[in-house]
């Protein structure tokens, strides 16, 4: 799901809709909404990562709602949203279409991208505000997907293989890189002051390996994450629980709060 910043700004990106076409509850979609809040140093409350992934037989939608919280203005002011449509080929995700929208002291970026059957990547992305853009060739990004459907891909495979290990070539307009994922193992998770749910997860570590350095640094998100994911809803994807990330703002680390869908309305945690 995950969307997811991820974290600052793509857990976010790391961290995950409004669907463009109509999935209708006959045609058997589905809808899972999550709500997590995001920590850095001394717990002080950073973000709220609202995101929804919605699921049809042959088709999908992601979004993902990030916006800071109380103190952190102070030192980041950022709102973001972004949404992915794409079908499943072969059962897997393919995305149709990106769109982005982010404000980060007072800078504003929009990024938007579309993807043709044969791998093609049209970048529809606006130049960014800060005078420092990004220049990548097209066969640079052909064959790449977005973030959010990096994301959505390892979630399925977890379930369906149990295990995380991918690499997946991701272009968001603002970068282009590899997502590398490895399995850590299982492990316990006990609740407490932050972290509201306890239960066996199944935790991958996350490697982001630059192929175009962005020129702008305040494009910058996270190297290096872990993730624990745990089976919270039936079907054919595992859901972060915790995910803890090394940013330029230092680390950070996102706490499930709320899910809902597929029967399930879990609430661990107020705003």
């Known amino acids: 799901m995950i969307n997811r910043v991820v974290v600052l700004p793509t857990v976010a990106s790391a961290l995950l809709l409004l669907a463009g076409w109509s999935m209708a509850r006959a045609g058997?979609?589905?809808?899972?909404?999550?709500?997590?809040?995001?920590?850095?140093?001394?717990?002080?409350?950073?973000?709220?990562?609202?995101?929804?992934?919605?699921?049809?037989?042959?088709?999908?939608?992601?979004?993902t709602d990030l916006d800071t919280r109380g103190l952190a203005r102070i030192?980041?002011?950022?709102?973001?949203?972004?949404?992915?449509?794409?079908?499943?080929?072969?059962?897997?995700?393919?995305?149709?279409?990106?769109?982005?929208?982010?404000?980060?002291?007072?800078?504003?970026?929009?990024?938007?991208?579309?993807?043709?059957?044969?791998?093609?990547?049209?970048?529809?992305?606006?130049?960014?505000?800060?005078?420092?853009?990004?220049?990548?060739?097209?066969?640079?990004?052909?064959?790449?997907?977005?973030?959010?459907?990096?994301?959505?891909?390892?979630?399925?495979?977890?379930?369906?293989?149990?295990t995380c290990a991918l690499t997946v070539p991701v272009f968001d307009g603002a970068g282009l890189y590899d997502l590398r994922f490895t399995d850590v193992g299982r492990q316990n998770l006990s609740a407490d002051a932050y972290q509201k749910f306890a239960g066996q997860t199944q935790v991958c570590d996350v490697e982001r390996d630059d192929r175009v350095v962005n020129p702008d640094r305040d494009g910058d998100t996270y190297k290096h994450g872990r993730i624990w994911y745990a089976q919270l809803i039936p079907g054919d994807r595992m859901v972060p629980v915790r995910m803890e990330f090394d940013t330029a703002f230092g680390a950070v680390t996102a706490y499930l709060a709320e899910l809902r869908g597929r029967g399930v309305d879990l609430h661990l945690a107020g705003d």
């Open 75 to 162: 030192f980041v002011d950022l709102t973001s949203r972004s949404e992915v449509h794409g079908q499943f080929t072969r059962g897997e995700p393919a995305p149709s279409d990106y769109r982005a929208d982010m404000q980060r002291n007072g800078v504003d970026r929009h990024y938007g991208l579309d993807y043709g059957p044969d791998g093609r990547v049209v970048d529809l992305s606006a130049p960014s505000s800060s005078g420092h853009p990004l220049f990548v060739a097209e066969h640079q990004i052909r064959d790449t997907v977005d973030q959010l459907t990096a994301f959505l891909t390892v979630e399925r495979q977890l379930a369906k293989r149990g």
């Open 28 to 63: 058997g979609s589905t809808r899972v909404e999550a709500r997590f809040e995001i920590f850095g140093f001394a717990g002080l409350h950073l973000l709220t990562d609202r995101t929804s992934v919605e699921e049809a037989s042959d088709r999908y939608v992601i979004s």
